[in-house]
């Protein structure tokens, strides 16, 4: 295969892959935890870059580091994740522009681990996200209630017996696996987009959550196809090109959930009403109906 058919499978699988995490990512309310964990990865696969080794590897020993870290942080006494989050976001990704300054001989420029590069994604990133997403797929077949159940009752589920911190460590390592999958093809800023907005999308448009986790893939899918169509249709980078057309698929999802909400509301107003009694059309017209 040439270079723009491996991407269009990369971009594929990895926007299958980010679109189904990300549908844990936006039910369980974990946006900022994933935008810091983008940005905070970034001084490891710098690192990994200045000693000759594997860059996912750098980011994925970096993001370990990281979540224990938040972890640590959101546990002091009047603080929060949210607080360690902003902190980890900022302070990593510094420190990754300090690693890169120091070392200008660096082989690999640092642009392409901000904004990734599809093109250039091989079969062994590939194979990568491949088997991410096979997992991701079996967390959801195999312990989908119970994500569930914690995701949206939080105390119902600690009084049934059950712990959080296995499901909340399970959900972590799929966003972690992801962040690290999707940072060649797309770039340590760019990922975000790729894992919130199309799981945002879905949930716009379904109506039930086993919708939104079969439709986000598929929305996260196309917008990787589609990014990379355009990149190549209108000359740009194709990291860039993919993040703006998955927002646009989220701005198109609220759009049409506005659309249906009106339609609604006006189909509602034009149902006929039934008469009142002649006793309750009495009380109205003394005023005694409020």
């Not at 990754?96 to 079969?123: E, K, M, R, W, Y």
């Not at 194979?127 to 997992?135: C, E, F, H, P, Q």
């Not at 309750?280 to 017209?285: D, G, P, Q």
Request: charge should be positive; proline fraction near 4%.
């Amino acid at each position: 295969m040439d270079y723009f058919s491996t991407a269009l499978i990369a971009a594929t699988v990895i926007g299958a892959l980010c679109g189904l995490v990300g549908s844990l990512v936006v039910l369980r309310r974990r946006t900022f935890f994933a935008q810091a964990l983008t940005h905070a990865t970034f001084p490891g696969a710098v690192a990994a870059a200045m000693l000759g080794l594997s860059i996912p590897l750098g980011a994925f020993v970096a993001s370990i580091a990281i979540v224990g870290i938040m972890t640590v942080i959101g546990r002091v006494r009047r603080q929060g994740s949210q607080v360690a989050s902003g902190i980890v976001l900022t302070a990593g990704f510094a420190l990754g522009v300090l690693l890169q300054a120091l070392n200008p001989s660096l082989p690999v420029h640092v642009d392409s681990f901000l904004v990734g590069s599809i093109l250039t994604t091989t079969g062994s990133d590939i194979g990568l996200a491949g088997g991410v997403l096979v997992v991701a797929v079996l967390v959801i077949v195999f312990f989908g209630k119970e994500l569930l159940f914690s995701t949206f009752d939080a105390s119902g589920y600690r009084a049934a017996g059950y712990r959080e911190w296995p499901m909340e460590l399970l959900t972590l390592g799929l966003i972690t696996a992801t962040v690290v999958t999707a940072m060649p093809a797309v770039g340590a800023i760019l990922a975000i987009a790729l894992i919130a907005a199309p799981a945002a999308a879905a949930r716009l448009l379904a109506r039930t959550t086993g919708q939104i986790l079969v439709a986000a893939p598929v929305l996260g899918a196309t917008a990787g196809i589609s990014g990379v169509l355009l990149s190549r249709a209108i000359d740009v980078a194709a990291g860039p090109a993919i993040a703006l057309t998955a927002a646009g698929f989220f701005l198109l999802a609220l759009a049409v959930r506005q659309i249906r909400s009106r339609a609604g509301s006006s189909r509602t107003a034009a149902l006929p009403t039934r008469p009142a009694s002649g006793r309750a059309a009495a009380r109205a017209s003394l005023g005694w109906e409020s």
